[in-house]
């Protein structure tokens, strides 16, 4: 499918991407074929896709031999992968929103799953704080994502970029930004830069995880301002339901000194000091 094609396709159907739902469809086969060979994909497995639009790498991934569940929040889009799939029985088109939709009601069907998707920019980092909350029924995520948002996701301690999702799935997954997509190969096309990033989620933590409700907490409260000290981010020590009292324990017993700030910690020692908070919450 080419912007013609495309543009003709939109017509055809009265519709058009809408710009507040990060709709920026890929057309250009190469990069398509290419997010599918870097996806690893074999014959017969099943794969998510969000954010299908008008089916372009959904057609990709069927072409590989992949049985494809492809999830579309926009009803006219929707309507369009309808009636193009009609006929694929290897196709499921679900008309959903994917941050609310039960991935684990599907997983329980399907297996623990693999994501492959050009994700909507509008809600890509909700999208990643999904896939880390839920990384026991998904195996692995293969996602398009604007190029500013995927340099978070690999970026060293104590950069610019390094943040709260860096950390979470420093701590849970190994990721690899792969390759960038111009912004020629969309449509329409967007204003930057698009990278490719695979993530892959062991059936275990790299670090071990007590309550994952606890590590986000503490990892979103530590960078609540990057400027602030972790002593000052952390002195409301209810949000992680202990007292500064355990906070201080904690953060002794892993030698962290909260005169540092958040981005100067490694997931390594985010992970142990919610460990040793989570021991703490448990003595005290």
């Known amino acids: 499918?080419?912007?013609?094609?495309?543009?003709?396709?939109?017509?055809?159907?009265?519709?058009?991407?809408?710009?507040?739902?990060?709709?920026?469809?890929?057309?250009?086969?190469?990069?398509?074929?290419?997010?599918?060979?870097?996806?690893?994909?074999?014959?017969?497995?099943?794969?998510?896709?969000?954010?299908?639009?008008?089916?372009?790498?959904?057609?990709?991934?069927?072409?590989?031999?992949?049985?494809?569940?492809?999830?579309?929040?926009?009803?006219?889009?929707?309507?369009?992968?309808?009636?193009?799939?009609?006929?694929?029985?290897?196709?499921?088109?679900?008309?959903?929103?994917?941050?609310?939709?039960?991935?684990?009601?599907?997983?329980?069907?399907?297996?623990?799953?693999?994501?492959?998707?050009?994700?909507?920019?509008?809600?890509?980092?909700?999208?990643?704080?999904?896939?880390?909350?839920?990384?026991?029924?998904?195996?692995?995520?293969?996602?398009?994502?604007?190029?500013?948002?995927?340099?978070?996701?690999?970026?060293?301690?104590?950069?610019?970029?390094?943040?709260?999702?860096?950390v979470l799935l420093g701590i849970t997954a190994q990721v690899n930004a792969a390759f960038d997509i111009p912004p020629a190969a969309f449509f329409p096309a967007p204003a930057v830069y698009s990278t490719f990033v695979s993530i892959a989620f062991p059936d275990a933590p790299i670090y071990p995880i007590p309550d994952s409700s606890l590590l986000v907490r503490l990892v979103k409260h530590a960078f609540r301002s990057r400027r602030k000290t972790l002593r000052n981010n952390l002195a409301d020590a209810d949000v992680l339901g202990c007292s500064t009292d355990v906070i201080k324990r904690a953060a002794h017993a892993c030698s962290i000194d909260l005169g540092r700030r958040a981005e100067t910690l490694s997931p390594e020692e985010f992970a142990h000091f919610a460990q040793q908070i989570a021991l703490g919450r448990t003595m005290s």
């Open 1 to 166: 499918m080419n912007v013609v094609s495309e543009r003709q396709l939109l017509k055809d159907h009265n519709l058009a991407a809408k710009k507040w739902l990060g709709q920026n469809l890929l057309i250009n086969k190469g990069y398509l074929n290419r997010i599918v060979l870097a996806s690893h994909i074999h014959p017969g497995e099943h794969i998510v896709e969000i954010g299908a639009g008008l089916g372009s790498l959904t057609e990709a991934l069927l072409n590989a031999g992949a049985h494809v569940t492809a999830i579309e929040i926009d009803a006219g889009f929707f309507r369009v992968l309808e009636e193009k799939f009609q006929s694929q029985s290897c196709v499921e088109i679900i008309h959903g929103d994917a941050l609310k939709y039960d991935f684990r009601s599907l997983a329980r069907r399907l297996g623990r799953l693999r994501v492959v998707a050009n994700l909507p920019y509008s809600v890509s980092s909700r999208l990643l704080f999904r896939f880390v909350e839920l990384r026991d029924v998904i195996q692995s995520a293969h996602v398009l994502l604007q190029r500013e948002v995927a340099r978070r996701l690999v970026a060293d301690v104590g950069a610019k970029d390094y943040g709260i999702l860096t």
